[in-house]
């Protein structure tokens, strides 16, 4: 055989591989420095910053010349279902994740196919949302967070398993849909299952070796602090889940989460407080002991989960800064937080949409009170707003420091019912109390002119600088940049969106094969700046639409299947 007939032997070899057998660059392992103090080019966690701004400060990508973006690649993920996590990309390799527990690892550049991890999960698997919200990375591995309720280490090289990690019984309803928090080498996970009577926890592991460095229970046991807040043994069984990634003071060493529901869903069935459902709480990263809390609103009826990270921003009011802690609540309202080492302080809250069921809240600590009428009951249709989906639900707000403004993708003009029954627990099996048949969304006479916003909110002066308003709901995660522009999709048109970050103009949009509800992320190869999203719709989304079209006699179709979208400017100017 002739030396170009071995050459062209090797060739067809490596095409027919599939996928290429090391990475098309050398990896640069990931450290804490780097965790802590990312390079602008790189998007290496969920929010790109531990503080959760969803900010990248590339600005290659302009107001001035965002028209001309053009899709680059595509990759075709071969799932339904919504496709929520954003590309994690380190130096030229991009990371994402899909339903079902599937990670493909791709040239950032091109979209060439790596490796590929597909999980194969349990037959008799349940639960209510089959997504995941993208790998953590650490060192030369990846971490992700499986929906059977495992944390499993990858090579980055390969995709091969490292070690598997049981986190919780899946067969009790519990599972995991979000990105793990990576800090000191500790991996951190919360659990998913707050409509199947679980007690939720966020649990630290050894990044090296797997092993459980702790676990702390976000509903008090016996001899806890809060465990009063309980009645009887109703926090066996109290919910209150984990579902997106944390934020992190890299200052304190504290983590920030937040909280979901308590269940079942009727406040009437389990009197009291209930912590720590529903708040946002800051865990020692070394120990995991809680060392503060706040509780947005106490005795949760309406499925208001508060699971969203608040965004670290410090916020100058008056003559002095406040290490701020804001977050955009399902319950409608804005909230601004003070953070200290053993101390969450309320400063304030006002509504950022309609909201029926707080009459006032505490001037000192943000406590509301609530409107007798809206206190869902067994037996008893209550009403109220927002709806059961909240003002904004889980995707996520972005803070740009340029502007001073926090981007909310909120939903306006909705509210809901429920009618309570009573129930009882069984293993692995829904409990809530409200049976899907009385569950209502209903939209006011105002939805007429509109549903969906994205808001703009000057956090400094408290006051909201622009609102752009959608015929339709919103479910768009937001990016924002330093070229002064604002990226999200959300809708049931198909778009994914670029926005004047000072004015709210929409300055370029790009159908897509499905809704967008993935978390945009922007990264920079060789001076291009590209920005990514995935779109795919379903899950809530979806859920949401089915309701609406109910309550308007329309019938909305937004196709399923999953596609990476990689965009990059298409004239000369873009190229170095």
Known sequence: MTLKMLVAVAMLAAALSGAAERLPLPYTPVTDTRLAHPEPEN???????????????????????????VPVWTFSTGVEEAHQAPPIVNNGVMFITTPRNQILALDARTG?????????????????????????????????????????????????VVWDQEVADYLAGY????????????????????????????QAFDSDTGKTRWKTYTVPGLGEAGH???????????GVPVWVTGS?????????????????????????????????????????????????????????????????????????TIKGLVHAGRDGYLWLL????????????????????????????????????????????????????????????AYNPNTGFLYIPANENLCSALTGVETKYKRGELYIGVPF?????FPTAAAKDHIGELQAWNIAAGTKAWTVKFPFHNWGPILTTGG????????????FRAFDAQTGDVLWKQRTNSGVVGVPSSYEIDGVQYVAVQSGWGVDAQRKQEYLDKAFGTKTNVPQGGVLWVFALGNAESKP
């Open 112 to 160: 060439e196919l790596i490796w590929r991890y597909r999980r194969e999960l349990p037959a008799d698997l349940f639960q209510l949302h089959p997504t995941n919200r993208g790998v953590a990375l650490y060192g030369d591995r990846v971490y992700l967070a499986t929906v059977d309720a495992h944390l499993l280490a990858l090579d980055a090289h390969t995709g091969e």
């Open 338 to 397: 003070e953070r200290g080492q053993n101390k969450i302080g309320f400063v304030a809250a006002q509504p950022y949409v309609h909201q029926t069921v707080y009459s006032k809240l505490d001037a000192k600590t943000g406590r509301p009170e609530y409107n007798a009428a809206a206190l869902p009951k067994v037996g008893r249709r209550s009403e109220f707003c927002p709806s059961i989906w909240g003002g904004k639900d889980w995707p996520p707000s």
């Open 248 to 320: 992190y003071d890299i200052e304190t060493k504290l983590a920030y989460w937040g909280t979901g529901n308590a269940g079942p869903w009727l406040g009437t069935t389990r009197p009291g407080d209930n912590l720590y459902a529903t708040s946002v709480i800051a865990l020692d990263a070394a120990t995991g002991a809680i060392r503060a809390h706040h509780q947005y609103h106490w005795n949760d009826s309406w499925d208001w989960d508060e699971v969203s990270a608040p965004l670290l921003i410090d916020v100058k009011r008056g003559d002095r």
């Open 437 to 441: 048949e009385k569950m209502e969304v």
């Open 484 to 495: 002064n522009l604002v990226f999200s999709g959300g809708t049931n048109d198909r778009y």
């Open 43 to 69: 998007w290496l966690m969920y929010r790109g910053t531990y503080n959760s701004w969803g900010y990248s400060p590339l600005a290659r990508i302009t107001s001035k010349n965002v028209h001309t973006l």
């Open 175 to 202: 599972y995991m849909t979000l990105a793990p928090l990576i800090a000191d080498g500790r991996v951190m996970v919360g659990v998913s299952g707050g409509e199947f009577g679980i007690r939720g926890f966020v």
């Open 228 to 238: 009063d807040s309980w009645p009887g043994d109703s926090w066996k069984r109290g």
